[in-house]
C-alpha cells in the first residue's frame, strides 16, 4: 500500500556520488516527504526530510521535483558506511491527528571500494 | 538524549504463547508506532497512537493488540502467537514536527 516507489537496488563506488530516485505521483500538498536508512538488525536512521524546497544536512541533499512528484536523495562521496537501505516515505495524514507513516521495500545501496 | 527503548530485544516462544511487546520513549512525542520487518516486505504498520489511551489500526494488524498506557508507553500483544509472526518488530515515536524515532527492534521467533 505504499505510496511511493524506489528502484530495489543500486550499486556504487566509494568516493562516488550516488542519486537514489523516488516517485511519489500520488502525493498530497501537506505530505512531507522523509527519507531513512536503513543497516541490518537495527532501526531506520533519519537521513532527510523536506516538503517543497531542496534541502541540505552534513548527510545528503534532498532534491525534490517542482510538482513534487518525484524526489532524489544526493549522496556525495559514498563510503562503504554509507551502504544500507533507504526508505523514501511519504507522511501521510490518515484523517484528524493522526499521521501514518507507510514505508515501501526501500532501495538496497551496495558500495564497493 | 531522545530514545526510544525495545525490550525485549530477543524473544522465543511456541505457537499459541502469549507474548507482549513494549516500546518506552522518552521524548515527549505524542505518536507512537509498531511495525514489522520480513524478507520482501519492507516496514509494515501494525499499529499506531496518538497520545495515552488511543489506539489506531495499521496495514497488518490481524492477530495483534496494543494498547497505550501513558504518553511514554506502548505495548504489542500477542495472545495466540503463530509462526506466521516471527518477524523483526520496530516501535518508533513522533511528534508533528519533528522526524520520527525508531527503536532497535525486538527479535521474535514463534517455533
Known amino acids: 500500500d505504499a505510496k511511493t516507489t524506489q528502484p530495489d537496488s543500486m550499486e556504487s563506488t566509494e568516493g562516488e556520488t550516488v542519486h537514489l530516485p523516488c516517485s511519489h505521483a500520488?502525493?498530497?500538498?501537506?505530505?512531507?516527504i522523509y527519507w531513512y536508512r536503513q543497516v541490518p538488525l537495527q532501526g531506520p536512521e533519519y537521513v532527510t526530510h523536506g516538503l517543497q524546497q531542496n534541502t541540505t544536512n552534513s548527510m545528503a541533499f534532498l532534491a525534490i521535483a517542482s510538482d513534487r512528484k518525484s524526489s532524489t536523495l544526493i549522496l556525495p562521496h559514498v563510503s562503504l558506511r554509507d551502504a544500507a537501505v533507504y526508505h523514501c516515505i511519504l507522511r501521510v495524514n490518515s484523517g484528524g491527528s493522526n499521521y501514518k507513516l507507510t514505508f515501501g521495500k526501500g532501495t538496497l545501496l551496495t558500495v564497493t571500494p | 538524549e531522545a530514545a526510544v527503548t525495545q525490550s525485549p530485544r530477543n524473544k522465543v516462544t511456541v505457537t499459541g504463547g502469549n507474548v507482549t511487546l513494549s516500546c518506552r520513549q522518552t521524548n515527549s512525542h505524542n505518536y507512537m508506532y509498531w511495525y514489522r520487518q520480513d524478507t520482501g516486505h519492507g516496514l509494515r504498520l501494525i499499529h499506531y497512537s496518538y497520545g495515552a489511551g488511543n489506539l489506531q489500526i495499521g496495514d497488518v494488524p490481524d492477530g495483534y493488540k496494543a494498547t497505550r498506557t501513558t504518553q511514554e508507553d506502548f505495548f504489542l500483544l500477542l495472545e495466540l502467537a503463530s509462526p506466521s509472526q516471527t518477524s523483526l518488530y520496530f516501535c518508533?515515536?513522533?511528534?508533528?514536527?519533528?522526524?520520527?524515532?525508531f527503536g532497535e527492534g525486538t527479535r521474535l521467533s514463534v517455533l
Open positions: 518508533a515515536s513522533s511528534d508533528e514536527v519533528q522526524a520520527p524515532l
Open positions: 500520488t502525493i498530497s500538498g501537506n505530505e512531507y
